[in-house]
T-cell receptor, first 110, second 114 residues
């Protein structure tokens, strides 16, 4: 059974305090690892897709990396507007069905 | 470009009733996926439709069903509602296979079952 586990469940940071969110996965024949951001009362918003170990992608203060067992979302010098729940999802090559983690709730204090 | 729209946004039903939720994907997107989001289980895949055909189905009982129309709009139906069906139901559209491509989510329909 495919599994995706995110840690920590919740993270509080001061503005400017960099940190990383973890997404470990057990997905057969991983075809893609997705990161989404979800604000309260809204649907998830796509951030990144990573397809192979060693791949990295960046967008503003966010950088996503992928290894054979886990993915990291690095947040550099976060701002209060980065506060949100960050979700990762692994897609199995066999089922084409995304398996989502429970998410990390990030709060950035000014 | 208009985003994914879902109607209604909020719904209150009682146990045993049935409900139909609607989703209009981004223009040109042929794949529509449905998800259930709850605090306890997180985001769980229900099913995906592509060109009016169900392409994938998650591990949910047969009370959950869906369909897609020729204009790519999709509906999902839940029959014989149970208290545990209370959740945020999200629809997502994509340009290709939903699982492989970035998905654009709607705001969701908040269903409360009393």
């Amino acid at each position: 059974e495919d599994q995706v586990t995110q840690s920590p469940e919740a993270l509080r940071l001061q503005e400017g305090e960099s940190s990383s969110l973890n997404c470990s996965y057990t997905v057969s024949g991983l075809r893609g690892l997705f990161w989404y951001r979800q604000d309260p009362g809204k649907g998830p918003e796509f951030l990144f897709t990573l397809y192979s170990a060693g791949e990295e992608k960046e967008k503003e203060r966010l950088k996503a990396t992928l290894t054979k067992k886990e993915s990291f979302l690095h947040i550099t010098a976060p701002k209060p507007e980065d506060s949100a729940t960050y979700l990762c999802a692994g897609v199995s090559g066999g089922s084409y069905i995304p398996t989502f983690g429970r998410g990390t709730s990030l709060i950035v204090h000014p | 470009k208009a985003g994914v729209t879902q109607t209604p946004r909020y719904l209150i039903k009682t146990r045993g009733q049935q409900v139909t939720l609607s989703c209009s994907p981004i223009s040109g997107h042929r794949s529509v996926s449905w998800y259930q989001q709850t605090p306890g289980q997180g985001l769980q895949f229900l099913f995906e439709y592509f060109s009016e055909t169900q392409r994938n189905k998650g591990n949910f009982p047969g009370r959950f069903s869906g369909r897609q129309f020729s204009n790519s709009r999709s509906e999902m139906n839940v029959s014989t509602l149970e208290l545990g069906d209370s959740a945020l139901y999200l629809c997502a559209s994509s340009n290709g296979a939903g699982g492989y491509n970035e998905q654009f989510f709607g705001p969701g329909t908040r269903l409360t079952v009393l």
